[in-house]
C-alpha cells in the first residue's frame, strides 16, 4: 500500500493582497492596549491579517 499524504491549507493570498496595497484591517490591541510613551497616552493597533502594528498618539 502507498502512503497517504494529507493536504495542507495554503493562506489566504487575498488577505496579503490587501495589505500589500495599503489596506490593512486595524483593530485596537487588547493586550498592550495603552502604553505611556515620552509622556503621552498611546493606542497600539494591530492588523487582523499580517500582524503589523501601528501606534497612534491621543
Known amino acids: 500500500m502507498s502512503d497517504i499524504l494529507p493536504f ?3 493562506p489566504n493570498p487575498a488577505g496579503n493582497t490587501l495589505c500589500r496595497n495599503g489596506h490593512h484591517k486595524w483593530r485596537i490591541d487588547k493586550v498592550r492596549r495603552f502604553d ?3 509622556g503621552r497616552l498611546v493606542t ?3 492588523c487582523a491579517r499580517c500582524g503589523k ?3 497612534k498618539a491621543h
Open 8 to 10: 495542507q491549507r495554503r
Open 53 to 55: 502594528t501601528r501606534v
Open 44 to 46: 497600539v493597533y494591530r
Open 36 to 38: 505611556v510613551k515620552q
